[in-house]
């Protein structure tokens, strides 16, 4: 059964620093990480590739770093200069295939369950 646990959200001041963290329990080609924010659709954050090739989204560049550890099949997000606009569930996500491109959510094979990142300003 394959599986995305996400760990390391938590409730942060703003300013702050957090790293999440995904551990799958198969090696994925694509990976990526989305949240979605109270009362809004799911959206995008950042996504990485096999050969370690990532692609963020303006809201969060410059900002969050994503990463890989294919060796432990673990996926992070390093997350600074956190705002109350970043307050958001957040969700890894896994993919069989490689993309050139942003895929569309449903292209993603396996969703973890969500965790929690709460920003207090």
């Known amino acids: 059964q394959v599986q995305l646990v996400e760990s390391g959200g938590d409730s942060v001041q703003a300013g702050g620093s957090l790293r999440l963290s995904c551990a799958a329990s198969k090696y994925f080609i694509s990976m990526a990480w989305f949240r979605q924010r109270s009362g809004q659709g799911r959206e995008a954050v950042a996504r990485i590739s096999s050969d370690f090739n990532t692609d963020y989204v303006n809201a969060v560049r410059g900002r969050f770093t994503i990463s890989r550890d294919n060796a432990k099949n673990t996926l992070y997000l390093d997350m600074n200069s956190l705002s109350s606009e970043d307050t958001a569930m957040y969700y890894c996500?896994?993919?069989?295939?490689?993309?050139?491109?942003?895929?569309?959510?449903?292209?993603?094979?396996?969703w973890g369950q969500g965790i929690q990142v709460t920003v207090s300003s």
């Open positions: 996500a896994a993919a069989w295939c490689s993309y050139g491109y942003w895929p569309p959510q449903e292209k993603y094979n396996y």
